[in-house]
């Protein structure tokens, strides 16, 4: 306005922040908003009920999630925050599972899913979309091989096809930036009512 001076607030934490940056050649990622800062990944429980009955099945045969670990390295070099459960390893029960989720409120949840446990995750997603307002998702076999019948259930946000370590990075910072997912190939999602598949991602 005429006869009026413009107000200026300086932040001085950003302004050190910036220089201390610029000195170590730091390129801070400007993108991203705060609505999806979280990830929680899940290697579930695979068919047994209780802890009890799978330790005597597997004799405590438990296999590394190493994919997983992949995808949550890949995310916390993007500047994301991300925890893990293993609930084989830890021989968790479903309800145990899912109090330790509502105890971490996630903004994101993403859940390994074979065949043999794909009935049972869809019904502890469905209950966890009843008691958190977070995005879930689903990756791994049966979802590389099935990503229509994934899509079609009401437990999911998206599915991620194939390798997901890109990915995963990807589809956050499209949805925190506000922009669309049809140009990220390896994933499968509803908009509208609509099912989208983008494709599948080249290794």
Known sequence: MVGSLPIIEI?????VQQ??????????R??????????????PPYSMETGKDRKE????????PIGMLTIAGELEKNDYKVSFIDAELEFLSDKQLIDKILELKPD?????CITANFKRIVELSKELKEKLNSLIFFGGPHVWHNWFETINTEAVDFAVIGEAEKTCVEVLDKLNSGQSLKDIKGIAYKENGEIIFTGTRPF
């Open 11 to 15: 932040d001085f934490k950003t302004l």
């Open 19 to 28: 220089e201390v940056e610029q000195e170590v050649n730091v390129q801070p």
């Open 30 to 43: 400007t993108n991203i908003a705060k609505a999806y800062k979280s990830v929680l990944l899940i290697n």
């Open 57 to 64: 099945t597997y004799e405590y045969a438990i296999i590394p």
């Open 108 to 112: 994101v949840v993403g859940i390994y």
